[in-house]
């Protein structure tokens, strides 16, 4: 069995000398989450699907002085999972200290309306990838002796919310699996939790939230009465990489602003 180490300190706070793959690294919650690695010292491993995008992040990382890696991938793919995976072993020589499943996106329509391609595009998008990539991070995370994957759930993945079964479905889904995992891979010494967000600012988010009667829908939902900032995400990601939260597995923690305790719909202000 793992015992704490008791290094005790500010080094608890900090991720210098580790490695981290943070999966969609371009936009949104994925981009904040490799500033907030990079800024709290972790080398980093990011990956997306545009090329352009891609290679400005990487041009504005390396202004920034941050140390940040990676390469073009579509995490739906099995045979580009593979490749990701090996370009990370070989950069990290075999070892890897964090994953962080943050690929994911939606396709809100009535459960009547979902057809056999929105089934299989949200699952091999939001949780075979997820699967797939914690299993071939697996031999890394353990070789490293400290391993830790967070999986970027959703309160869709707790709660009910007005449409989007299958996100939901698969948000749940990886709650989950962050459970099994934190149980199974414990001998390891590899942590497995989930963060479920509900409404932040980010290109995601935005396509759905430009109409205006949903963005009040939300807001009366949300005890803070506000969206969150994907910086209010990316640090409880870090603290659940940090040595600080070693004791911490197989939980799932919402950043809702309160959203998914309310049990009020109308305004109540
Ligand atoms: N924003 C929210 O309100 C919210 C709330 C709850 C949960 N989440 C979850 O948080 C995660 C990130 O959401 P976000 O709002 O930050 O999304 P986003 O704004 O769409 O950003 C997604 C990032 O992932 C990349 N990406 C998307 N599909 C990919 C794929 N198949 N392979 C590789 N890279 C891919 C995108 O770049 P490319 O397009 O170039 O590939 C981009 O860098 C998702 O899992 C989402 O479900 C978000």
Known sequence: MAEADGNGGLNRWSLKGMTALVTGGTKGLGHAVVEEFAELGATVYTCSRNEAEFNKCIHEWEIKGYKVFGSVCDASSRAEREKLMSNVSSLFNGKLNILINNVGTNVVKATEEYNEEDFSFLMATNFESAYHLSQLAHPLLKASKAGSIVFMSSV?????????????ATKGAMNQLAKNLACEWAKDNIRTNSVAPWFIRTPLADTVLSNKEYLE??????????????????????????PASSYITGQIICVDGGMSVNGFYPRHD
């Open 217 to 242: 829908e939300v807001y009366s939902r949300t005890p803070l009465r506000r969206l969150g900032d994907p910086m209010e995400v990316s640090s409880l990601v870090a603290f659940l990489c940090l």
């Open 156 to 168: 869709c993945g707790v709660v009910s919310v007005t449409g989007g079964s299958i996100y939901g």
